[in-house]
């Protein structure tokens, strides 16, 4: 007898109830292996409402980390600014020219900024594209992720940062 078969015996019995004409007989039996096309649909079918549970969480995760990285980004920037901003100050004399004090600070946002040439750039890696500054104190700044997005991020006077759009080319 094979592996795969086996046999089954089992009794028939013939005439009335209780008769004493029974007769035996065999029936081989193949064993089953593998699945079958109902039971892969279903694994299927249970596999896919798992994936469409887990994609959108994990997207969640992955576009809150980058936010969390661009905010990262605007504060690694603001800080350089607010060094080199102190140490320009520092170097420039604005009692000698009282009337250049706004070429002067112009000067000083454009070395902070240049694109490549930039100290941000220098000291940072960050493509800085522009700042600007309210009379409130709000302090917009404008860079480019090295994921290719343009980030436009407002910092406050608390210093807490929001990303206020990102766009995909400028």
């Known amino acids: ?3 795969r078969t086996r046999t089954i015996h089992y009794y028939v019995c013939l005439g009335a109830a209780g008769g004493k004409e029974c007769k035996v007989k065999m029936k081989k039996l193949r ?3 593998g699945f079958t ?4 649909i279903v694994v299927l079918v249970i596999l896919a409402i798992l994936a469409a549970i887990a994609v959108p969480s994990v997207l969640g995760y992955v576009e809150e980390a980058k936010k969390e990285k661009y905010i990262a980004e605007a504060r690694s920037i603001y800080t350089v600014i607010q060094v ?3 140490r320009l100050e520092n ?3 604005y009692t000698d020219k009282p009337s250049q004090y706004n070429k002067t ?10 694109k490549g040439e930039g100290i941000v750039y220098k000291k940072t ?8 500054e309210d009379g409130n104190g709000v302090i917009s700044i404008f860079w480019k992720s090295e994921d290719g997005k343009t980030i436009w991020a407002m910092i406050y006077k608390n ?3 929001k990303i206020k759009e990102v766009y995909h080319s400028l």
Do not use: N, P, R
């Open 125 to 132: 890696g960050i493509h800085l594209l522009s700042i600007q």
């Open 91 to 93: 170097e420039i004399d």
């Open 84 to 86: 080199e901003e102190a």
């Open 159 to 161: 210093k807490e940062i």
């Open 37 to 40: 096309l109902v039971e892969i």
């Open 105 to 114: 600070e112009d000067y000083m946002y454009a070395k902070i900024c240049d």
């Open 31 to 33: 064993s089953k292996k």
């Open 1 to 3: 007898m094979s592996a």
